[in-house]
């Protein structure tokens, strides 16, 4: 197993169910090396539905060191943070990075025109390319605009809540704005993540195509990408880990030689 580098809890995450102390007890259990607490952090949330917002970092800070003490040693607890992306909140974002010294920035964008598909199905009347290509750009913009995280998440995030079919996000959908992302990832020394809370989704869908586009991997391999980093996005202790063994063997088989977890934003590799 390898390092589990984005999960929720409700201590910090209003949309989590697990408390850090479950988490870190189902990681142990479980035989993951380690696992990084990754709160959604939302500056400036649009969505007037979502209860996600900011906290106190130096409380979050404070509690983090209590729940190492939890661990043993052998057991790697990482300090992380989720910030949600706006363009209007760059600033925020680098200040808030540089408040804590945390293990793992990851940056997501969880809107589409300023809705969470959570919340709305709107983006889903619109046709595929055009729904992940603005999606995808705005990734693109957030990665080459801001250099205070180690990971982009979630990039299929888009389609977790697609009523239709197929819910993967596909390279041909959107090859530019791939292109973009992985210019930037690449050239700034940043991970890709795998969310294998997206598998799940549409394994518990009944899909039987549920890996993320081999195009997709391939193109950010074939560019020079070879960081990338495994997230469960664990909001419960049921799903800590969740499709990694099945997530790794795809990856040797697209070439893919290791993953990649962050201590002090310093990439630390585990072979595949
Ligand atoms: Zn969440
Ligand atoms: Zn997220």
């Keep these: 197993m390898v390092t589990d580098g984005h999960n929720h809890t409700c201590a910090y995450s ?35 539905h979502d ?24 057991f790697n607890l990482l300090l992380g943070i989720e910030f949600g992306y706006q363009s209007n909140s760059e600033d925020s974002i680098r200040s808030a ?13 969880h809107f589409f025109r300023g809705r969470d598909p959570y919340y709305s199905d709107s983006c889903y009347r619109l046709s595929a390319s055009e729904r992940n290509n603005e999606y995808i750009s705005v990734m693109a913009q957030m990665c080459e605009n801001l250099d205070c995280f180690d990971v982009a998440g979630h990039y299929d995030y888009i389609n977790r809540y ?7 996000v596909l390279y041909d959908d959107c090859p530019k704005a791939f292109d973009r992302l992985f210019e930037a990832l690449i050239y700034k020394n940043k991970s890709l993540e795998i ?19 081999r195009k997709v991997l391939s193109r950010y391999l074939d560019m020079g990408g070879s960081m990338i980093s495994l997230g469960s996005d664990s909001h419960t202790d049921d799903t800590l880990g969740i499709e990694f063994e099945d997530t790794c063997e795809y990856l040797k088989s697209l070439g893919f030689r290791q993953t990649v977890y962050f201590r002090q934003h310093q990439p630390v590799f585990e072979q595949l």
């Design 14 to 48: 209003p949309d989590a169910k697990q408390t850090p102390e479950q988490l870190i007890d189902s990681a142990i259990s479980r035989g993951l090396p380690g696992i990084a607490i990754t709160e959604h952090y939302e500056i400036n949330n649009p969505d007037s």
């Design 51 to 74: 209860e996600i917002q900011i906290f106190n970092l130096d409380d979050y800070y404070r509690s983090f060191k209590t729940w190492k003490c939890l661990c043993h040693d052998n």
């Design 97 to 109: 990075a540089a408040m804590i010294p945390f293990d793992v920035v990851i940056l997501s964008n």
């Design 162 to 168: 697609n009523p239709d079919s197929s819910g993967r």
């Design 195 to 213: 969310n294998t809370r997206s598998i799940m989704k549409l394994r518990a869908r009944g899909e039987t195509n549920v890996m993320p586009d």
